[in-house]
């Protein structure tokens, strides 16, 4: 049967003004560490022991087993000219934009590495321009950059050419540039509009300039713009935080990101200038997250899950509705998760059942893209109970559903008692209210949406104790 001809995924519905989207004896239990699943494996279970070698043969498996297969890139730009303090990105803040052409020397580098194993003018269907702050490049060095990637790569006609923008180093002529270059989907960074807390977190920058911004991006003929959102943030308030939903919403992004701020000073830096006393409480959290999400709902918004909103006539919408999402580095996305090249210092690709992360450090990047070598500092090749599971959790995190038949029909086995675990747990979700277990199917319900990281938890077989979420963010 077609996905398209699957039943529909359940909505979550906007609730009375007496029930919580997040009920507190839900919240209790279920609010623990999390993974955002972008991955599974996720990123911190690559090792040293995958390596340059490594990511060699698989690009070389890659040409001799699907060479024409579209690929997705993925390029990153770790610069910013100012440091915000919630960070916890790998970005170099720097005011000397002069350093921004040995970077890109390198990434012409590694784009030559990588002609060499995959050959000429594969086809592409995504490109991702993120950072650090793509914008930090000047136009004539994203002219650059984006030529080196069309003389090595074949772009499809319909690919998807995206890139953050950081609204303070952009303007009306930069996005018609960009628009020039080819990019057709933009990203702004906002997080929040309040006056105090953008001087909290050290990023000002004004509703009217990014107002100015998104009508430019309307007239230049942009395919999509999305806005992200952090709440969380320190001097945040549910009546600040609501102010600033209702200016997201007048702008009318065709997407909306709404990430959890995770306050990790021992592992960020930059949060160290944040006052802990300044940050909102739980309960607070919860109520903005619940004022975001009633806001975004009532204003003619989907909630695709997890931080992802978009306009219910957005592609992404109606590929919820069909059961037809796909999840990558990126986050939600319309496109099947194809294999990624990732170039620049820290990027994370994925090459057949491999994952690869490059150099987290200028200097380590530049050693080996210079010395003709991949950057590859660390990775994982998955072993087929990784592959299994990772197809369960994108079933959960995308479709809402898992197919018991078509899980043993792709990897022969027998779905209930390989994950038999698994499923008396998903028995307790199912008394929660949080998925339908039925025969040969679980089906998350429209309230288990808001705790779906929960639900795919359970399938991860690298979270065997509490000890080892540790490093991962809450999940509200
Ligand atoms: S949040 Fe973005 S712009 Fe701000 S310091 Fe981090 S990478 Fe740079």
């Not at 803040?93 to 890109?104: D, F, K, Q, S």
């Not at 004022?291 to 003619?300: K, N, T, Y």
């Not at 929660?432 to 288990?448: C, I, S, Y």
Request: glycine share 6%; net charge neutral.
């Amino acid at each position: 049967m077609q996905a398209a001809l699957r039943p529909l995924i359940s909505e979550p519905p906007a609730p009375a003004a007496s029930e919580p989207f997040f009920p507190p004896q839900l919240l209790a239990r279920l609010d623990k560490n999390g993974p955002r699943y972008t991955s599974y494996p996720t990123a911190d279970r690559y090792h040293g022991g995958f390596g340059e070698q490594d990511y060699r043969q698989a690009l070389q498996q890659r040409r001799a087993v699907t060479p024409d297969e579209p690929l997705s890139l993925y390029v990153h730009i770790p610069f910013c000219d100012s440091v915000c303090y919630y960070c916890a990105c790998n970005k170099v803040v720097t005011r000397h934009h002069e350093r921004a052409a040995r970077y890109l020397d390198a990434l012409a580098q590694e784009i030559a590495l990588h002609v060499r194993e995959l050959g000429a003018g594969v086809p592409v269907s995504q490109l991702h321009f993120g950072g650090g702050t793509p914008t930090f490049l000047s136009d004539d060095e994203l002219t650059r950059l984006m030529q080196d990637l069309r003389a090595s790569f074949r772009f499809e006609p319909e690919a998807e050419i995206s890139i953050e923008v950081d609204p303070r180093t952009a303007t009306p002529a930069r996005l018609a540039h960009l628009r020039q270059l080819g990019f057709n989907r933009l990203s702004f960074g906002v997080q929040d509009f309040d006056p105090k807390v953008q001087v909290a977190v050290h990023r000002v920058q004004s509703f009217d300039d990014v107002r100015t911004l998104m009508q430019s991006a309307r007239a230049l003929g942009y395919d999509s713009v999305n806005v992200d959102l952090i709440y969380g943030l320190p001097l945040q308030t549910t009546e600040s935080f609501t102010r600033t939903i209702s200016q997201v919403v007048m702008l009318r992004p065709d997407r909306i990101a709404l990430y959890a701020y995770a306050h990790l000073p021992e592992r960020f830096k930059p949060q160290r200038r944040i006052n802990d006393a300044d940050l909102p409480d739980r309960a607070t959290r919860v109520g903005l997250l619940s004022s975001a999400i009633d806001g975004f709902l009532q204003q003619g918004y989907t909630y695709i899950g997890m931080d992802h909103f978009a306009l219910n006539t957005d592609a992404l919408a109606i590929a919820k509705q069909r059961g037809e999402l796909h999840r990558n580095f990126q986050g939600y996305s319309t496109q099947p998760d194809r294999d990624l090249v990732a170039l620049g210092v820290s990027a994370i690709g994925r090459i057949g059942n491999t994952y690869s992360q490059n150099a987290k450090g200028l200097d380590a990047y530049y050693a080996a893209i210079e010395s003709g070598q991949f950057a590859v500092e660390r990775g994982l090749a998955l072993n087929a109970d990784d592959v299994v599971r990772r197809e369960v959790i994108m079933d959960i995190m995308c479709q809402g559903r898992v197919d018991f038949a078509r899980i043993e029909a792709r990897h022969g086995l027998r779905f209930g008692d390989y994950f038999s675990r698994e499923l008396l747990q998903m028995a307790n979700l199912a008394e929660l209210g949080l998925v339908n277990l039925r025969a040969g199917e679980v089906q998350v319900t429209g309230l288990g949406w808001y705790f779906v990281r929960a639900v795919a938890m359970a399938f991860d077989g690298y979270l065997r104790s509490v000890s080892t979420s540790a490093s991962y963010s809450r999940i509200i």
